[in-house]
């Protein structure tokens, strides 16, 4: 299958190609490719342009800090796998991005290019909106910054404006001591998933969950936050009283489509069975 | 039979390997021709209509996009003949080269554009205006059946044949049995999908008045037969050439719409034409398979003895009856008892016509399908029996004395299709594989939970009829250098074809396996030929080319004794050189090429098939949260009769099993409500990969070579397929036995297998 | 539009509409047809290449996106005599039959073995996952390509 005619520039600068993407209603940006580039075989994505980002300085840089850390979006899945000071900065970022498709993939794949493509069972927006991640975009207008969770609106779709290009993933400061886990279910290896859960919570001193944030992919419109399961999560020690009843309000508020894949009643039992192993394997020691 | 064998038993590493090892392969995609034209197919968008304006201007005003062919531009649209079971009344199904009026599935061929690229190709594709009526489609075979909506008024009927296999009197059976039990179940529609999609370059000589045809496969004599008569030409004047084929499986090589189209419009515009398919159309335009399901019933003794087996089939056959659409029906009826010894048989199997991609043969048509219902059967007779699972199979097996073993009659057909078990010790396939898999020792983990996954075992056995006539042909020649040139009817689709008839020359001939160089399938080559299908290349086309070697060795044993004098009772021949006995003067194959010695002979075999034989069997673990299922351990042992080549015959048992892994737990065309195919890329269409089955085993006997050809050697391509998917439902039943779960259909995708171990533990 | 890029060690410069991806110009334009198409929307495989050292889809790729780079396909991984060591272990454990998957699989083990020589079983199935094939089930492509590691260990690359 092969995409219909297009124009291709791949300007040097940022604000070239803003303009670029402004210049044309049908203009599209592309980085990696790994997503843009199925839809655009299969002529479900026609654009007129693509604006590569490929020469534009400055867009490929991990920066782990006190602050927090910061993804440029021409990041590769494969230069999170590689970032050594990531395995204590933000480990559930480098688990979640082990699970992406395959090899080839993340070679090629970007931060920029899955924020932007919004496939609901993707990893990566799913730990963004789990994390409260901020976005950064620049377009025509300039440079705005939004969270996560108001970022996706729903499958395939964000509130980046057609001339807006990604610029920065900030995740927030990730603690030494957190407890944490990243558990994706698919029929097999690097196929999207069926149900994924990325949680996360700090522990007081008296050992009660604080801070908890679990999000599900793959079993909502977009990524999610499992919020009436933190309210019951907060303040209490995790033990197998809390994990059923954590469980049993996951799959009651879990409101799951029903597709071609899975039916909605097996992927609320999915979503069950990932917050009950998700909370188990959180309370287990990490060796860092 | 052979004496000394230097090859033939040995591992031989294959010769085929050096060129694709070095990305030297020559598969029809990397084919070109001077001038030449990319052609696109505009297919159907939807799966029932009329066509009531088709309009090419804009396409044609593409600069690139040469010409739109219809079937206004064909004038009489030819009907692709029936190769297999062309039997009376299915001429009213046939599936003509190109839609003129009406279309009856969403895929099917329109129109053909053709332009300087694929890609321009494939914009003109996009900017013909078509028209189409909508007609109410027939979305599944139960409303087929009703025969509301006609796919075929004038036929007035959907159901394109009925077949019913009998033995005994099955009715006085299952009155008199004191245990008997009826299910239903089912098989999905998936596809054999080759890695390399389809393809056809064809060149038109318009003052020879010749056509050649580029991207043959599996049946080229057949299918150069069918073109000629299509395009009005002689036999002569039209030749087929096999390149090198990315896997057929039984769907690459049929005769399809486009292997007449590209050719039609090479000659149409006097230029030479590539069509390359691409995934998404495959899914679309390559022959489906399997999709059945019945209503069957098993009668036994309280012992387990199986007494008889009835019941209904009803295969949903696609829009048009294929080229060989009718031989999953047949063997669906005929073989559905396998291996087992059942005296009362009543099986019919009907085959109706929907909106849906026509369907087709895929490795170990119907058996694959017969394999699951009956195991399932015969494990929940064995289950409320109290019967172990491999002792109900040992009592039932067809036994060595009991050889040959017929099978039930088929009508239609009759007496001429009659076929039977030819020999072997089905028991013993089944003890060799109960022991090396560990049987006893692993009965006791079945349903129990372990870890938080409940394991399950299953066993299975099975026939596999191969080596289907009538024949195949050979032409030997000695080469200036002393080489041997193997010219064979056989088609090679990737299983090994050269080398296992190389090493079959070189043993006969006593030569160095270099010095044998095999060509094949391409119609040049050979007067007439039959092709790779029902695993007949080394039953047949070896046979062929065992015969003309040993006729080679008598011409040149004539040649040496005139030139060495005596006679030829004095000539020896060893290691490729001719020795007169008496004096010891030889003479080397290369210093008698100047005689010009070749020998052409044809292989027949009365249509009796070979019959292998084994036993598989599997450990799964069910993680009842996901439903997920882990294959622990899987071993299929089967006896081939005799093994030419060890390495390649594995590589066919764990290539099989891994499809049939894929059609028991993950693989589905899926089509809506409308017939539009949801599965439409290979994102959707789920095929095995590296990390999903790794632990599979294989053992090849044998004990028990065919006595039906001068090798021995029985088809052995398609037998570890056929139980692969009864096994993982009866293991999966194993694991979940304590939920009462029924896997009675494919396939057995997680959320199937989640929604038979979330029902609540049965009380009883 | 043009494209200049190292193509198994060689400069080559093509002329190229946008949209045609990096796969059909190595078939197409450069003659390189041992990169195969399976399904050209980024799911089998079959036209892994190697691109500045990391293996990648290459119908996943624009030519024009290949500008500046050094691209490696599966006959820049042969000579003309010997078969490589991967070549070998291949042939050997019968890792092929129809061999239209195999340019994909050897460039994608090539890759792994160049910077993982000591991957181990796992390691490699997963790898692997990322490309299809219909004909072998796999095992024997595992098999080979754990036993090619040894060759990757030497301090003499292949």
Redesign the interface.
Known sequence: MKPVPFEYHAPATLREAVELLASDPDAMVIAGGQSLIPLLALRLATPSLLVDLRRVPGLHAIAVGDGGVRLGPRVRWRDIEDHGPLEIAHPLLQEAIAHVAHYQIRNRGTVGGSLAHADPAAELPGVAVTCEAEITLVGVAGSRTIRAGEFFTGPLTTVRQRDEIITELYLPFWPRDRHWAFLKFAQRQGDFALAGIALFYDEDQDGRVRNAHIGVIGACDRPRRLTEVETVLNGRPVDEVLIREAVEIAARTVDPPEDLHAPAAYRRALVATLVQRGLRRATQPRSV | MIGINRYIGSPVERVEDFRFLRGRGEFVGDLRREGMLHAAILRSPVAHGRIRNLDGTAARAIPGVRTVIAAAEIGAVPRIPLRLLPLPGTERFLQPVIAADRVRYVGEPIAVVLADSAALAEDGVGSIALDIEELAPVADRRASGKNEILLFEEAGTNRAMTFTAVSGDADTAFREAEYARRERFSVQRHTALPMEPRGVLAEWDAVQGRMTVLGAAKVPFFNRDTLAAMLGLALTDVDLIENDVGGGFGARGEFYPEDFLIPFAARHVRRPVRWIEDRREHLTAMNHAREADCEVEIACRRDGTILGLRGEIFIDLGAYVRTNGLIQPRTLAQFFSGPYRVPNVDITSTALLTNKTPSGTYRAPGRYEASFFCERLIELAARDLGIDSAEMRRRNLIGAAEMPYKLPRLEPGGPAVDTECDSGDYGEALERCLAEFGWEEKRALQGRLIEGRYHGLAVACFIEGGGAGPKETARLELEADGSVTVYVGSAAVGQGLETVMSQIAADTLDIQLDQVRVLHGSTPYLNEGYGAFASRSTVLGGSAVFEAAKLLLEQIRAAAAVRLGGSTEEIELVDGRARSISDGRSLSFAELASERLSVDTAFANNNKLTYTYGSAAAHVAVDPGTGHVELLDFLVVEDVGRIVNPLTLHGQAIGGVVQGLGGAFMENLVYDAEGQLLTGTLADYLIPTATDFPTIRAIALENHPSPSNPLGVKGAGEGPIIPVGGLMANAVASALASFGAMPNRLPLSPACVWLMGSVNESSD | ?RARFQLNGQPVAVDV?????LA?CL??ELG???????????????C?VIVDG????S????A??A?GSSVV???GL?TDDA?TPL?TA???H?A????????GM?T?AHA?LTEEPDADTARV??????????????????EAVLEARAAYRKTDKP
Request: with cysteine; aromatic share 4%.
């Open positions: 539009m509409e946008p949209r045609m991806h059909d078939r197409d390189q047809t041992g990169t195969h198409l399976g399904c050209e929307h980024g799911v089998c495989g079959a892994t990391a293996a990648v889809r119908c996943l790729i624009l024009v996106q500008e396909t599966v006959e042969s078969l070549q291949f042939r050997k019968h092929l039959q129809c061999g239209f998957c195999t340019p050897l994608t792994l199935r997963s790898v692997l996952s990322g490309n299809l094939c219909r004909c072998t089930g796999y095992i024997p492509i595992v």
